[in-house]
């Protein structure tokens, strides 16, 4: 008779052999078609015999395991990079998940139907953004690819395939009918889970991100010799928009929008030049569509009042436009039965308001992510992690929520 559980010990073994690869003080640095993600997918495939799964890498890195077992299938996996000098769990978790619910009901003659593997390649934007999974369900074109390169280094997208010994390899696409749905785990990247002394989070949503480019025009001169009467300060005039956004954002905002100014750059930026030009990466992030479409309103109003007021000129341009996807309403029934199981009942229903590989393959066919605590809400830095005790219990309920989707 198989172990119908999760393996707690064979899954923080596995978790940790991957964080071997490209180790950082307790995290990794494994970017993008980095030897250390390549070594990563190179584990992955040697890894997945073992839930009886056929192991294919395609044509933009992403990892394969498909399984001839009848009955129905579940997609299930996330991603293997990270971001710079960041955390050994923000990926690998819910691939070594997926895994592990491979190898337990995969290998029961008992059970009918089987778990599928992925593994999508760069959900951390060293390239773009989702571009594994974006290309799984169609939205990556060869002129998208041959386009990218690596944010950090400027290696193009295609050097890269290329060192990895995937040029000229084909993409694999979504095949319709082929899934009854994708499953994703995750840790959650905040401390809802942890300061309410819970285990499981059942994601209800995932947020959109839209992102924008926010110019500021006005005066290049001299820093001594310029009355300040007379001044045409971008580099001021952008400090004075994003006070007036926290101003004016809370009263046209939803109960759980956020927004963030990532990125401020001043032309010329030089210590004695009164900036003529300033930029700055303006990010909004909001489950509800309506919410966002007021906010951006808002901010090309508030832009437009600036110009008119002097004495810089403010633009706004969209650069990005991220619609957010909405869980399966049975996967979370599944996974919260699953969680009643498993984890005593320690669960709550949230939406994530972290992009992921999930939201793209909500468009293709029924999503649904889990999330476990992360020890002080940290994430994107070396110092994220999660107990092992927490670590098990997912996996558990993971296994259990697929057994109940396969089975319904």
């Known amino acids: 008779m198989p172990d119908t559980r999760a393996d707690g010990h064979r899954v923080l073994a596995d978790l940790h052999a991957l964080r071997a690869f490209g180790a950082y003080k307790t995290g990794v640095h494994k970017p993008t078609f980095s030897e250390p993600h390549r070594l990563s997918l190179e584990w992955l495939v040697q890894k997945l015999p073992e839930a009886n799964l056929s192991a294919a890498v395609d044509g933009i890195g992403n990892v394969f395991g498909t399984s001839a077992k009848p009955g129905p299938k579940l997609l299930a996996g996330s991603h293997l990079e990270s971001q710079n000098y960041a955390g050994w769990l923000d990926g690998p978790l819910g691939v070594v998940y997926a895994l592990e619910a491979a190898r337990v009901l995969n290998t029961d003659p008992s059970f009918n139907g089987a778990v599928e593997v992925a593994a999508w390649c760069d959900e951390e934007g060293h390239f773009g953004h989702f571009l594994g999974s974006r290309s799984y369900v169609g939205q990556v074109t060869e002129a998208d690819i041959d386009a990218a390169s690596d944010r950090t ?18 993409r694999i696409t979504a095949e319709p009918g082929r899934h009854v749905g994708y499953l994703e785990a995750h840790i959650e990247q905040g401390d809802t889970l942890e300061s309410g002394k819970l285990a499981i989070g059942i994601v209800t949503s995932i ?24 001044r045409k300060d971008a580099g001021l005039a952008l400090a004075k928009f994003c006070v007036a956004i926290d101003e004016r954002f809370p009263a046209a905002c939803g109960p759980r929008t ?15 030049i009164i900036p003529g030009g300033a930029e700055m990466l303006f990010q909004i992030r909001d489950d509800d569509p309506a919410v966002i479409a007021r906010l951006e309103q808002l901010l090309r109003t508030m832009a437009n009042d600036a110009s008119s007021r002097g004495p810089c000129t403010v633009t706004v341009e969209k650069l990005r436009t991220g619609a957010p996807a909405m869980m399966n309403a049975g996967f979370q029934d599944a996974i919260e039965a699953a969680s009643k199981t498993m984890a005593g009942g320690r669960c709550v229903r949230m939406p994530s308001g972290a992009g992921h590989d999930a939201q793209m393959l909500a468009s293709v066919m029924p999503a649904g992510m889990l999330f476990v605590p992360s020890i002080g809400g940290i994430s994107h830095h070396w110092t994220e992690n999660t107990a092992d005790a927490d670590i098990v219990t997912g996996a558990e309920v993971f296994v259990d929520a697929c057994r109940r989707i396969l089975a319904g």
């Open 153 to 170: 280094s400027g290696r193009t997208m295609r050097e890269a395939l290329a060192d990895m010994g995937l040029a000229g390899r084909p």
């Open 207 to 230: 947020v959109g991100i839209w992102q924008y480019r926010i110019n500021f025009t006005g005066e290049q001169n001299h820093a001594g010799t310029t009355r300040m009467a007379v």
């Open 258 to 272: 956020v927004w963030t100014t990532g990125r401020i750059a001043l032309d010329p930026g030089a210590p004695s």
